[in-house]
């Protein structure tokens, strides 16, 4: 079994910053990327930014120069250093997970349960 438990959402005013976190648990072998994802109400999923393991990382243009996704010195975490935040960054944020699992050795991909970011003008 694997799980994604994300923590840092809440309410900010517009021009303030939230730090989620991510973390990985569970019977994971490897970690191949981690990422940030999210959907507002009405739309549909999309990317924030990612980070392969030992590879550059990407943005969504609309995120860039605003949020920072890093790893954890503690293993299998990731964060999102999100700064500047306009009210359309309003939205349900999800951590992602491109792993192999330790019990059949097996690549998927692991989606956290999401937390709120809202954002007020």
């Known amino acids: 079994q694997v799980q994604l438990v994300e923590s840092g959402g809440g309410l900010v005013q517009a021009g303030g910053s939230l730090r989620l976190s991510c973390a990985a648990s569970g019977s994971v072998l490897s970690i191949n990327a981690m990422g940030w994802y999210r959907q507002a109400p009405g739309k549909q999923r999309e990317l924030v930014a990612t980070?392969?393991?030992?590879?550059?990382?990407d943005y969504a243009d609309s995120v860039k120069g605003r949020f920072t996704i890093s790893r954890g010195n503690v293993k299998n975490t990731v964060y999102l250093q999100m700064n500047s935040l306009k009210p359309e960054d309003t939205a349900v944020h999800y951590c992602?997970?491109?792993?192999?699992?330790?019990?059949?050795?097996?690549?998927?991909?692991?989606w956290g349960q999401g937390t709120q970011v809202t954002v007020s003008s």
């Open positions: 980070m392969p393991s030992g590879g550059s990382t």
């Open positions: 992602n997970a491109n792993l192999r699992r330790s019990t059949d050795l097996r690549r998927n991909i692991y």
